[in-house]
């Protein structure tokens, strides 16, 4: 929404930006590439925005999920060496740090796969503690994850998951209090394949926005922020470039004051992005403003609608009476092009309705696209696998993950748009992920209607007729007996010493053999 408040400048800048080639990124064949096969193999068309298919490599089946680098990366995600697996003989300096408890074991690629998914799963089904998804004698038992993975096994891998290189870790906090100190260490091999990853495989709309995104973290860090108008207060400060559909284009991690990118290597692509006053300065405005007290025009007329504006070349300012004065500047919009608004009024009769009054351009389309940010934040929140740890980069590491579902959710919307599907909802869509990385069927196929039920040999009614004439030898002792199975059609006993018929349908269903005469499928 737009914030009215006085002496507020808003701005809406002719920006550019530039599409970034993959590059052969070994990233593209990880579980970071979210959308499902039958979505993934209807990519097959060229658009000038949205899925952008050109740089993008499909996923291949059995690539490790863990490992989301190449070879030269040294290990990052996944607790093991270059092989997939923990090597605790080769690195005796970083052997996992597991409670006694814990036995430990290597962890290769498909138990990583099989832990993500866990970690999709907890999102879209929620309990106040982790352990509470392995609890047994308890009214909410869940019996799902007992059947992916053992709960001191999930337990043990996230105590030594990292990110990064332990030993790279240990150099770098050697620095600290240096300027050669980086404080994003632990979590930027995968924060440069992430925002590598966000910008190439989705071209953007020619509207975009930026704004804050907070994640919420208590840990002890220097570059924690507080933002009282957020609905997260304390956490770690991200800026944000968004597409107006919720897509997460690019982010950066806010550590304190540093020299961010200038951006002008991609001024003329003819981009639109839209930001709130916290952006607005002299310098961001192309540097045309010989006098930042240009902005502070007085509205002498203080009636609901009025509008006051002011041009330098490109850049107008215009301020405009709403229930509170409104500053904004723009590069790409006219003044007024005829927009209304609803607003209330009070009549010369004193009664109060709404009468239209003339709203500014640069307003009407701040108001419609500013949103992005907002949107991705709120599809965000949805099913989140945030959950409470001790450790920062976990924090951040759960947070990549659900902007990785959710940009992938989008881009299944836009492919389903395309060729006019109906899209899952992003509830189904986390589910079937879940599914697909633990390697359970997300749908269980219903249980077949079960005939197998004891009847009489002869349905004979004679009883003239010797006894021997309504029996059969059975199948397993080789008696003879009055019973058969309705379903097999074959003899089999049934008294309560001797019941045949029960003893040959468990061996049948554990063998799961071929149907054959006297055997259950």
């Not at 992938?408 to 589910?431: G, R, V, Y």
Request: net charge positive; hydrophobic share 30%.
């Amino acid at each position: 929404m737009l914030t009215r408040s006085n002496g507020i400048q808003k701005f809406v800048y002719h920006f550019t930006d530039k599409c970034m080639e993959c590059a052969g990124n070994p990233f593209c064949n990880t579980c970071f590439y979210f959308p499902p096969p039958s979505v993934a193999s209807q990519v097959t068309y060229e658009e000038a925005n949205g899925p952008s298919t050109s740089n993008t490599t499909p996923p291949q089946r059995g690539r490790s999920c863990g490992r989301i680098h190449g070879p030269e990366e040294s290990r990052s995600l996944s607790p093991g060496s270059h092989d997939g697996r923990w090597n605790t003989e080769a690195d005796p300096d970083i052997v996992p740090n597991v409670p006694r408890k814990f036995t430990w074991a290597d962890v290769y690629p498909e138990e990583m796969k099989k832990y993500i998914g866990l970690l999709l799963y907890m999102g879209v089904m929620d309990l106040p503690k982790v352990r509470d998804f392995w609890r047994k004698k308890t009214l909410f038992h869940v019996p799902f994850p007992a059947t992916v993975m053992s709960r001191d096994r999930f337990l043990a891998i996230s105590c030594n998951l990292h990110i990064s290189d332990p030993m790279e870790d240990a150099e770098n906090n050697k620095k600290r209090g240096t300027e050669e100190y980086d404080c994003l260490r632990r979590v930027q091999p995968v924060l440069d394949i992430m925002r590598n990853r966000c910008m190439s495989v989705y071209h953007p709309r020619q509207n975009i926005s930026v704004d804050e995104r907070m994640i919420a973290t208590k840990a002890r860090i220097f570059f924690k922020q507080y933002m009282k108008a957020k609905p997260t207060k304390w956490g770690i400060k991200l800026f944000v470039l968004a597409d107006v559909n919720g897509y997460t284009i690019d982010f950066k991690i806010y550590t304190g004051k540093s020299k961010f990118a200038s951006g002008k290597d991609y001024l003329g692509s003819g981009y639109v992005i839209y930001g709130d006053n916290f952006y607005t300065s002299p310098l961001s405005s192309f540097d045309i403003c010989t006098s930042w007290d240009l902005v502070h025009v007085e509205l002498v007329e203080k009636e609901v609608g009025s509008i006051r504006w002011i041009r330098d070349d490109v850049l107008v300012f215009v301020k405009w009476m709403d229930t509170r004065e409104v500053s904004m500047c723009t590069t790409v919009h006219t003044v007024y092009s005829g927009e209304t608004v609803l607003r209330w009024q009070t009549t010369e009769d004193g009664r109060k309705e709404k009468v239209p009054v003339p709203r500014p351009t640069a307003v009407q389309q701040y108001n419609k696209y500013m949103g992005g940010v907002d949107t991705s934040d709120q599809m965000l929140g949805t099913n989140s696998v945030h959950c409470k740890t001790r450790k920062w980069y976990m924090t951040i590491f759960q947070h990549f993950l659900d902007i990785a579902v959710t940009n992938s959710f989008i881009l299944h919307k836009e492919l389903c748009a395309i060729h006019h599907d109906k899209h899952m909802t992003q509830q189904h869509f986390q589910e079937l992920l879940a599914a697909q990385l633990t390697g359970v069927p997300l749908d269980s196929s219903p249980k077949e209607r079960c005939d197998h039920l004891p009847v009489p040999v002869s349905d004979t009614q004679d009883l003239s007729q010797r006894a021997r004439m309504g029996r059969r030898r059975c199948i397993r002792c080789k008696r003879s007996t009055p019973w058969k199975c309705q379903e097999c059609d074959v003899g089999l006993c049934l008294q309560l010493d001797r019941n045949c018929f029960r003893e040959h349908h468990i061996r049948a269903t554990r063998l799961k053999d071929p149907k054959t005469p006297g055997e259950l499928v």
